[in-house]
């Protein structure tokens, strides 16, 4: 699914960059290789960070959770 939106994303920039070109203005100065390679790497730090997020208990509540959780294994 994150390689499909990231693919689209870089049509979408190409597709812009091939207007630009018709229209005679300069085009964005990245090849589609660097636009992948960004927009994978977006893509990476965010899932990353909010894995981080999703599987650590931050949160107050988050924390009482684990703790009810845990009571309730032992039992």
């Known amino acids: 699914m994150r390689m499909a ?3 689209l994303v870089v049509m979408l920039i190409l597709i812009i960059n ?4 018709g229209k005679g203005w ?3 100065p990245y090849d ?3 636009i992948y390679e960004f927009v994978n ?7 990353s960070i909010w894995a ?3 599987n650590n208990n931050i949160t107050k509540n988050a924390q009482k959770a684990q703790e ?6 032992k039992k």
């Open 41 to 47: 790497g977006l893509a990476l730090v965010a899932v």
């Open 26 to 28: 300069t085009p964005l």
């Open 5 to 7: 939106i990231v693919r």
């Open 68 to 73: 009810y959780k845990e009571q309730l294994d």
């Open 32 to 34: 589609e290789e660097q």
């Open 18 to 21: 091939q207007i630009l070109i």
């Open 52 to 54: 981080w997020w999703k």
